[in-house]
């Protein structure tokens, strides 16, 4: 087992917290688990812990930060210790609710991260209490009734030093990747465990720093991300990218952009990886040209779209992002 067990809970920013709010309980199906001040508290029938995703009110959308669990005491310490010796540890909290002391730094490209050990499972209250002592909450198929948070895609103005420090500090496997006829990495999917993907790269179109592509969550089955689809429509969510399935990590997918403007991933399918000497797959620009799995082709803004939003004009020539 890596020393980084699993990615979660995220912290998401919206600049229309009620709107949010409405689309993660009403369309997505999440559990409240709690609220604090500007900041609400959700979480999947399947989230063993108390929440996978605190949604905030902020003047911008984007990603606060995003937690990382270790598998032991001792792994917390082993991935803290390599952390700081790469220079971007930033120092330990005493964790947010529900969780232990954690641990918080930066990727190279500005995203913020909590490690921690120590949380608490979900101990739901008798209207949500399962029939089954293995599931963490009773399914009420609410809305696309999520099941949990699958996996974070990051945007980056430096594909590869990220990529290298989820590797070399965070212990990451590297699954999959995108090399263009320049040399130059444009993806990386990244994963702790034996899932496709969990934690993904992929290169900023404006070479802004610390942005956020996507949030994916789960269900069981392709009829349920159809299904998310028929929800979305209805509610005046806009589909970015209707259900299709990806070429790289062979995902199946629907994206559609929640009312504060971050992009949100109702996810199913790919692959699990038990080959411990799992070679790393390479796409070439040849081939990403040819679309997604069954060919179909992402609209421009997939590429281009993230959030915070930025507009060309909005990044210095250093990268950073001026809003
Ligand atoms: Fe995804």
């Known amino acids: 087992m890596s020393d980084v067990a699993h990615l979660g ?7 229309t917290a009620e709107r949010s709010l409405a689309f993660f309980v009403d369309v997505l ?13 959700l979480r999947g029938w399947g989230d063993y812990q108390r929440y996978s995703l605190v949604l905030t009110e902020s003047a911008q959308a984007g990603m606060a930060w995003l937690g990382l669990r270790a ?4 792994a917390l310490r082993r991935r803290v210790a390599a952390v700081q010796g790469t220079g971007l540890g930033e120092g330990w909290s005493e964790g947010a609710r529900g969780r232990g002391p954690s641990y918080r730094f930066r990727d190279p ?11 608490e499972r ?5 209207h949500l209490r399962p029939a089954l002592k293995n599931q963490p909450q009773r399914y009420l198929g609410r809305g696309a009734a999520v099941k949990r948070l699958d996996h974070v895609n990051v945007l980056a103005a430096d594909v590869r030093s990220s990529r290298e420090f989820a590797q070399e500090a965070l212990g990451y496997r590297l699954y999959e990747r995108v090399e263009l006829d320049d040399g130059s990495e444009a993806g990386a999917w990244l994963s702790a465990s034996i899932a496709a993907h969990e934690l993904i790269y992929t290169r900023d179109a404006y070479g802004a720093r610390g942005r956020l592509h996507h949030l994916a969550f789960w269900v069981d089955t ?7 689809a028929d929800l979305f429509l209805d509610h005046g969510i806009k589909i970015e990218a209707a259900p299709s399935k990806h070429a790289i990590a062979q995902g199946f997918f629907l994206y559609g952009i929640e009312p504060g403007g971050n992009r949100i991933e109702v996810t199913t399918g790919g692959y699990f990886v038990f080959d411990p000497e799992h070679p790393t797959v390479t796409w070439t620009e040849e081939e990403r040209a040819r679309g997604q799995a069954w060919g179909v082709h992402t609209v421009e ?8 939003p930025v507009d060309a004009a909005d990044v210095r020539p250093d990268g950073e992002a001026m809003r």
């Open 9 to 15: 809970p995220v912290e998401l920013l919206t600049p």
């Open 71 to 74: 598998s032991s005491p001792e």
């Open 301 to 308: 803004s997939f590429h281009t779209y993230g959030t915070p």
């Open 222 to 228: 392709r009829e349920e991300c159809l299904r998310a």
């Open 29 to 41: 199906g999440m559990e409240v688990e709690g609220q604090d001040g500007a900041s609400v508290y």
């Open 122 to 126: 979900y101990d739901p209250p008798e």
């Open 109 to 119: 490209d500005g995203h913020n991260f909590e490690l921690y050990y120590e949380c």
